[in-house]
Structures are given as C-alpha cells and as structure tokens.
C-alpha cells in the first residue's frame, strides 16, 4: 500500500487507472494506513480535473489557500463535465479492484441474495462515491477546483466551502427576505417616532402616504401583478412619501 501511495502523491496525485486499482485492491485486501486510500483517492480526483480543466499547478493552490472568484454557470457546467468523465474513469477502476465474483451482479442469484451483494458492492466503494460527492458540490457551489491546495484538501473542508457558497433554498431566501423586511419596518417606524417628537403633521403624512402605497401593492398581489424579482416597494414608498411629506 505504501508504495502504490507513494507512487500516487510523487506524481502529484495525477494517478493512472492502474494505479487507482491497484490503491482500491490493496484497501480491500486490509492494507490501509490509517484510511489513506480514501484521502488520496479525493486528491486524485481534484488533481485530475483540475489538470484536465487547464492553468493548475501540481499540487499547489494557485491563490495559497484563498477561495476563487466564483465560477459562471457556463464554467460550473464545463466543470462538473470533467469532473464527470474522470470519475467514471476513477470508479471504474475501483469496482474492477473490489467486485469480487461473490459479490457480482446476477440474475441467476434470489432477490435477498442481490440485495446483500448490492449492499456488500456499496460498502466496497462508499469511499469513492462520498469524495466525489463532496468535490462535485464544492463545484456546483461556483468554486475552482483549481484553488484547492491538495496538502490539505479534505472531504468535510470541501462540503463545508460547499455549505457556506450555495445558493440558498427558496425557504431560506423567503425567511430571510421576512428578516429584512421586518428590520425595513422597525427603521420606518423610527423615523415616523423622530418625526413625529418635531413635526406630527408631516409624521401623519408620511405614514398615511405609506399605508396607501402598500395598499396599492397589496392590491396589486391579490390581482397577480407582482412578478418575481421586482424591485423592493417597501424603500420606494418610503422615500417618494418622504420626498412629499417634505
């Protein structure tokens, strides 16, 4: 194992489907230093594919640990390609190492005893999938695989870069458009209190002026008018109310 990996990093991780293999055999076979081949075998994948994408320095980060810039969804697409094909490349080579004729699909076989070799095939080759897993969400997040420095790279590093520069779900972006909003309405609030210690008319102004905005806008959502992305009402009727309350 230790010459197989030792093989694997003086080339940078650029590793050979043969020396994927022969990694994959020696793990299932028991000679694994401490999990190493699962370490390597994501090392293997980022220094493939950046290699493959072009402009990656063997195994120093470009940025010296900094993230990229986020990647264009086009770059992202173009990304996730490479990553792809060198995957099914890389897990190729692993199932030829660890699918045992025991273990093999068949039809001849009853239906529990596919289930265990199904079940028995996935444990074999659990550490490949999760490592492109989390390289393909760090990718999908906008992220240059090519910025990965490979001395530290790690599966829990990348999924938790993945977490931080996803775009966030519609009930995260709808909880946090309420937060702001609320916070929109507490600073109105305020500035009609301001207002009011001076000059009460005016604050009665602008606050009705308010009021008939968003009834205009809430009319307008009853009758289907507001489309997605629109600009915020909110600061726009505050200001056109304080331009005339003024």
């Not at 980060?61 to 490349?89: M, Q, Y």
């Not at 239906?111 to 095939?121: D, F, M, N, T, V």
């Not at 609320?182 to 001076?198: F, N, S």
């Not at 009021?211 to 056109?240: F, H, N, Q, W, Y």
């Amino acid at each position: 194992m230790l010459n197989i990996l030792s093989k694997i990093e003086k080339a940078n991780f650029l590793a050979t489907e043969a020396d994927v293999e022969a990694m994959a055999k020696a793990r299932q076979e028991g000679i694994d230093m401490e999990g190493q081949t699962q370490s390597t075998y994501l090392k293997v994948l980022v220094a493939l594919a950046a290699h493959e994408i072009g402009g990656a320095t063997a195994h120093l980060s470009r940025r010296r640990g900094k993230l990229a810039t986020s990647l264009t969804p086009s770059e992202i697409a173009t990304h996730i390609n490479v990553l792809e094909t060198i995957n099914t490349r890389c897990y190729g080579a692993v199932t030829r190492a660890v699918v045992t004729r025991d273990i093999e699909r068949s039809e001849a076989v009853t239906q529990a005893e596919q289930s265990r070799r199904a079940l028995e095939r996935n444990r074999r080759t659990n550490y490949a999938r999760t490592a492109m897993s989390a390289v393909r969400a760090y990718v999908q997040a906008g992220q240059d695989i090519r910025d990965l420095d490979l001395r530290t790279v790690t599966k829990q590093r990348l999924r938790e870069v993945a977490e931080q520069h996803s775009p966030p779900t519609e009930a995260e972006a709808t909880a946090r458009l309420l937060r702001a909003a609320g916070k929109a309405a507490d600073r109105i609030v305020e500035e009609a209190e301001e207002l009011a210690a001076t000059d009460p008319v005016k604050a009665e102004q602008l606050l009705g002026l308010l009021v008939d905005k968003l009834e205009e806008v809430m009319g307008k959502i009853k009758r289907g008018e507001i489309e997605r992305g629109s600009t915020t009402v909110v600061s726009e009727a505050m200001r056109a109310a304080i331009r005339k309350a003024a």
